[in-house]
């Protein structure tokens, strides 16, 4: 690996988000729903399914899926927000490990769900922020404002960093922070005018208070905009004036020095 260049991109958080489907083995899966579906259907499979579940659950010292938290269920939107035991414990009235593996199955069956999963290490988000080749950014996807109950990632990650771990708990600098949020990953990615203000770079420019920068969505309530955002700039128009977006569309898709269409 030696000439290899190594970098991280991090959100502070101490939860992960994916498809329900991954607590399931991955063999299990493969080849799609309806696949799944008819190894489901087998009683020798699903055996076999379950007792790798339960080891899993085993290895990584968990003792059942309360960790494992509902984003977005469309069969059953009452679920949202709600752990895998509680769901269970709804539907079934008994939330015994076995209970919730088939709750899973079932979820799996009538089109699977998005989670959150609350499984990481408050410390090694610290620890990691501080790696000076650690990048600031979210993976979220675009959400609809109000549905489900996402991961608050998408609406308050980079406030989070501004306000808890530069400003209180002062793990990084203000200066390291922007650094991470933008010129490292300008040049992480080939991406040559971006990532700095200087004559001749895009003019993408995010305007701040930051003794006010605080970020507001949490698991419970994500839905909640960040705040002590003054303006924001993309390519030189103004798409946020303070209280509201201003309609520019004047962003665009960048792509790094390995992008193939």
Do not use: C
């Amino acid at each position: 690996a030696k000439g290899l260049i190594v970098t991280i991109d991090q959100y502070v958080y101490t939860a992960s988000s994916t498809s329900l489907d991954s607590r399931m083995p991955s063999w299990a899966i493969a080849g799609g729903r309806e696949e799944g579906k008819k190894r489901l259907a087998d009683k020798q499979t699903r055996e076999k399914m379950v007792k790798e579940m339960k080891a899993d659950l085993k290895k990584k010292n968990f003792k059942d899926f309360s960790f494992a938290y509902v984003a977005s269920y469309r069969a059953s939107p009452e679920f949202n927000g709600k752990n895998i035991a509680e769901i269970t414990q709804m539907a079934k009235g008994k939330k015994k490990l076995d209970a919730q593996i088939e709750q899973i199955f079932e979820m799996y069956e009538k089109g699977g769900a998005s989670m959150v999963y609350r499984v990481m290490s408050e410390e090694d988000v610290k620890n990691i922020l501080d790696e000076p080749f650690t990048m600031i950014a979210s993976d979220s996807s675009v959400r609809t404002f109000g549905e489900g109950a996402p991961h608050p990632r998408g609406y308050g990650n980079n406030a989070r960093v501004l306000s808890e771990y530069v400003r209180n708990l002062k793990i990084i600098s203000l200066e390291d922070a922007i650094r991470k949020m933008t010129s490292l990953p300008a040049q992480t990615f080939g991406l040559r005018d971006r990532g700095q203000i200087r004559e001749g770079f895009a003019a993408d420019i995010v305007i701040f208070d930051e003794n006010k920068v605080t970020d507001k969505a949490t698991f419970e309530q994500p839905h909640q905009y960040a705040e002590g955002f003054s303006q924001i700039i993309v390519n030189g128009q103004k798409v946020f004036d303070g209280q509201k977006m201003t309609g520019n569309l004047s962003g665009q898709p960048l792509f790094g020095n390995g992008f193939q269409p």
